[in-house]
């Protein structure tokens, strides 16, 4: 950190490599989209360096370039009009999974935007609680909430029955 808050790429490359990809998947569960969670984090991380000088270095970056990214993918979410990508070739490997596979991401699309992100970030990106609250500044309480209240949304839009 201290590095690359000196001004060495290499040691910025170093830390970026560290967190891109938990970035990138902060992003992609709150955008559903590809291109979007690539522009999330190439503006998130650079955004971050940009003011590396401010961060403070008792803090975990982890969490802090994660909010950062997070903004950044709210902010363009809340410009496009939010949908999951859907790859016909990736999701249609197994037969019938492809018809069902389109049914959850149309299901995701109709819950609430602040339960998607939830469900998104703990079921599709496999954040923990704590990730996701860090990640989206809330409560961790927040988090049980909206993910159990997103996911009997989903199964409701998926017109599952509850056991």
């Known amino acids: 950190m201290a590095r690359a808050r000196a001004g060495d790429l290499r040691a910025a490359d170093e830390l ?3 967190h891109v990809r ?8 709150i955008t559903g989209r590809t291109d979007l969670a690539d522009d ?3 503006d998130g991380f650079e955004r971050a360096f940009g003011a590396l000088d ?7 970056f982890a969490p802090w370039i994660n909010r950062i990214v997070v903004n950044r993918a709210l902010s363009l979410v809340s410009r496009a009009r939010p949908s999951v990508e859907f790859d016909e070739d990736r999701h249609s490997r ?3 999974r492809a018809e069902t596979n389109r049914e959850v991401i149309d299901a ?3 819950i ?5 992100m939830v469900v998104m970030m703990r079921i599709v990106a496999g954040f923990s609680p704590e990730e996701t609250a860090r990640a989206l ?3 961790v309480g927040t988090v049980h909430s909206r993910l159990h209240r997103g996911l009997a949304d989903l199964r409701a839009a998926l017109e599952v029955a509850v056991a």
Request: aromatic share 8%.
């Open 22 to 29: 938990q970035a990138w998947r902060a992003a992609y569960a």
């Open 16 to 18: 970026a490599g560290r």
């Open 54 to 60: 401010r961060f403070d270095v008792s803090l975990s």
């Open 112 to 116: 609430a935007p602040e339960r998607r």
């Open 137 to 139: 500044d809330i409560p």
């Open 40 to 42: 999330a984090v190439q």
């Open 94 to 96: 197994h037969g019938d």
């Open 108 to 110: 995701l699309e109709r």
